[in-house]
């Protein structure tokens, strides 16, 4: 019935091309891999993510998420300052807690630094599109649930999400916001894990339990 009212065309057929999505392995010392691990029941943990139950994954890892996430922001730190010395101009970071917000903040306020999060008011956040596109704003904080939807962040072409969420949805509409049809280049996603601790795992599994779920969405 609806044919010749509406021309439907694919993402593809628009030229908005899906992103690419990669895992991005971060080193830090053997005490920050061991306050990251903490005493978790390690193959209860591994079980719930192979399993995709992500409310069993959330009870268990429970307030470590939050330790993981600020361990991982300090490596962050250090990763996007050597990232824009080798010429990137733009980059979001998707995070989750807003104390992590904070130390990203603060250690890369430098570099120009927009933020949307849950305090952020509909006026300001109107204005941080616009803003975004200007050349002086190298940085742009985005908080995984604010920031999920109903803003264009494709005047980067990278993504950094330094703590994923647990519901492949969220990351779906996050991963969505540097993706355009006005974008030039593919868009790329990295997940950043811990080396050597039960995070890089998990990540895997999400990655691997995100994987499906795009493809149902798009």
């Not at 991982?72 to 010395?85: H, S, Y």
Request: charged residues 30%.
């Amino acid at each position: 019935r609806l044919e010749g009212t509406f021309i439907r065309h694919t993402q593809e057929e628009v030229g908005i091309q899906e992103p690419r999505y990669e895992l991005m392995p971060l080193v830090v010392s053997a005490a920050r891999r061991r306050e990251c691990d903490g005493d978790l029941d390690q193959q209860r943990v591994l079980a719930a993510a192979e399993n995709g139950t992500t409310r069993d994954l959330e009870m268990e890892l429970g307030s470590l998420r939050r330790v993981t996430g600020l361990v991982k922001a300090g490596a962050v730190v250090d990763a996007v300052r050597e990232e824009f010395a080798n010429g990137i101009e733009k980059l979001v970071l998707a995070y989750w807690h807003k104390d992590v917000g904070d130390k990203l903040a603060g250690g890369l306020a430098s570099l120009g630094v927009l933020r949307l999060d849950g305090a952020t008011s509909a006026r300001d956040r109107e204005s941080l599109e616009s803003k975004w596109r200007q050349k002086k704003y190298g940085l742009f904080l985005a908080q995984v649930r604010a920031a999920g939807e109903a803003i264009d962040l494709s005047a980067a072409s990278e993504m950094w999400v330094v703590e994923p969420s647990l519901g492949p949805g969220d990351m779906d509409q996050i991963s969505k916001r540097i993706v355009n049809v006005g974008q030039k280049r593919r868009a790329l996603i990295r997940v950043v894990t811990l080396e050597g601790t039960i995070d890089e795992i998990i990540q895997e599994f999400l990655l691997r339990l995100w994987a499906p779920i795009r493809e149902v969405l798009q």
